[in-house]
């Protein structure tokens, strides 16, 4: 049986992450070790569980401790060859591979490296968490890369601070991993958003820079040139090496993280050697400044 007290938070890094030792996430958990668990996340941000053997259900049971369920979203029919793949059977389940079943992807996201970006960031209602499982990787790369928006939102200079309190950012998502949007064409069938530049976490109620690479694409309100020039430059701020983990998987490894307080990414591997893994999400709500 376990006890909140077995539970050891061992951090990763200095910019965030933290492995958690002493628990096993097929066995129903007691609402303290759930409770102690949640801690530990919203200190570190993102959280590593090693030498997991976890179904689908396993992965599915523990997720829902910490809120409802996500679906996965459906592409709109143009871009729908760019994503999904063909073992996606359970609407609560996106299966994230470059597996390829006579030529045809079985999961979504393929080859190569994947820009930093929010999880359904384009959306009304971002997820408020994702859950990785690990369950084929490649001998080398692939390593998901963690940005803490905390910290970067907390060392912007009081001028940058100035210049985006108060604004919307458009955050769209044409299913492109490593390619800045085109927003020289017609936008209204390309899934987007706009959201606070900087937003308050529900949570911790702190502020977290809200703009990625991949998918932020605009500041409201302002020039293209200012739009662009500031973007640039917070693009570049949160991606600096003080603000981010990399995490190095491991077979068995689960890792969890809160997709409104950091920016993930992808790093390149190998287009030869399979990777899959198994990701769900906590729903989101609509977040603010
Ligand atoms: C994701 C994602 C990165 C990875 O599943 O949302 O960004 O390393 N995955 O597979
Ligand atoms: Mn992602």
């Given at each position: 049986m376990f006890d909140a007290t077995d539970v050891e938070v061992i951090p990763l890094g200095e910019a965030c992450g933290a492995e958690i030792r002493?628990?096993?996430?097929?066995k129903d958990l007691s609402d303290e070790v759930v409770a102690k668990i949640q801690q530990a996340w919203n200190d570190h941000l993102v959280l590593c569980f090693r030498g997991q053997d976890l179904t689908q259900e396993d992965q599915l049971r523990f997720a829902a401790r910490f809120g409802p369920l996500g679906a996965r979203k459906q592409a709109p029919e143009p871009l729908r060859d760019k994503a999904e793949g063909?073992?996606?059977?359970?609407?609560k389940i996106l299966l994230v591979s470059n597996i390829k079943v006579d030529g045809i992807p079985?999961?979504?996201?393929?080859d190569g490296d994947m820009w930093f970006h929010i999880d359904?960031?384009?959306?009304e209602k971002p997820y408020k968490y994702t859950f990785l499982y690990g369950v084929e990787l490649p001998a080398e790369g692939g390593d998901t890369l963690f940005a803490n928006m905390y910290k970067a939102y907390d060392a912007l200079s009081d001028d940058m601070k100035k210049r985006i309190a108060g604004k919307k950012a458009l955050h769209i998502h044409e299913?492109?991993?490593a390619e800045k949007v085109?927003?020289?064409?017609?936008?209204?069938k390309v899934p987007h958003w706009f959201h606070p530049v900087a937003i308050t976490h529900p949570l911790t109620k702190r502020k977290a820079l809200?703009?990625?690479?991949?998918?932020?694409a605009r500041i409201e309100g302002v020039s293209n040139e200012e739009s662009d020039e500031i973007l640039r430059e917070l693009y570049d701020h949160g991606e600096k090496p003080e603000f981010t983990y990399a995490h190095k998987w491991r077979l068995g490894d689960f890792v969890m993280w809160d997709n409104l307080a950091l920016i993930h990414a992808r790093s390149w591997f190998p287009p030869e050697q399979r990777r899959l893994m198994r990701r769900c999400t906590v729903d989101g709500a609509p977040v603010f400044e």
């Open positions: 002493g628990v096993d996430l097929k063909v073992w996606q059977l359970d609407p079985v999961g979504a996201f393929g359904s960031g384009y959306s299913y492109k991993r085109d927003l020289s064409t017609d936008i209204s809200f703009v990625d690479r991949l998918m932020t």
